[in-house]
């Protein structure tokens, strides 16, 4: 019997020797030392040896289990190690290899714009205002002194949601508005951004597009003071060295009207196409609050005056960055927004 557990010995060293899988690791441990195993059914033989014979063959048998049990235990050590390590070496990270590039937001050119004008006039004292942008006809015509028939209604055609309530042509209804909270308090200095709507559509005009409207009433307000408001204000945006004009205009809420024009921000007055040969650009409307625009909002015209100015975003920013057309604000090209 000690020979036959030598043999199983030289076997199963040898099997032992040349797995490499844990699953055969198990089976080996099944075969030879398992309850059915090959050492257990030897060691049912015991009973026919002599006492003698019985204490050498049991001590030998034992020593062999506990040899291959721990040579398979380590066996399966050194598998799991392996499987590890190549494991490893498949899935590694390489740290070093470059990163994916993030792309930083930043705002949009046309709420650059935007707060830079609420920026410039906030520094001049002004508060800032806003309004709906659903509106009745009352604040966006009426009260402005544009009568049902008036035809400057026509410039502002607009998106009706009935007879009586529209999607604003302007943010001069928002004056209305201011006065009516304000009066009789003076001074009103307020500015107010907002979104507005027309039926245009072209390559200086969009159905939707912002303003900023100003309103300036106080004691002995004068169109000096206009003046120097707006070309403080004009000089700020654009360049100090700039002069402006004004050209008699109409709006039925100002009386007298005029439109702002500023020498052209491309040639500087010497005519180009930028300012068709004229050497200007008109910038803004602008005028003296119509006393009756003044009683509308509950002011008396015998006591106070005003100033009013309104101005396109869109525009500005189409002359300070010398973009053509307008609707490359709206189309969200990341290859024009990057440039701001
Ligand atoms: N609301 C005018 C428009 O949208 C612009 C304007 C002109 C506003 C003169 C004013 C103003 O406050 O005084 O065309």
Redesign the pocket.
Known sequence: MLEKLKEIKIIAEQKIAEISDIDEVNKLRVRFLGRKGEITRLLRGLKDLSTEERVCVGKAANELKEKLERMISEKAEEIRRQEMAARLSLEKIDVTLPGFPFLGGAKHPLSQVSDEIRDIFIGMGFNVAEGPEIESDYYNFEALNVAKDHPARD??DSFYIDEDTLLR????PV?IRVMEQMAPQIPVKVIVPGK?YRRDDDATHSPMFN?V???LIDRRITFADLKGVLLEFARKIFGQDLKARYRPSF?P??EP?AEMDISCVSCGGTGCRVCSNSGWLEI????M?HPRVLQYGGYDPEKVTG?????GVERIAMLKYGVNDLRQFFDNDWRFLRQF
Do not use: D, P, R
């Open positions: 410039m502002q042509t302007h943010t001069s004056q507005v303003q409207e100003g309103l709006f809420f100002t009207s803004l409307g602008a005028g609050v100033f009013a100015f309104g101005m």
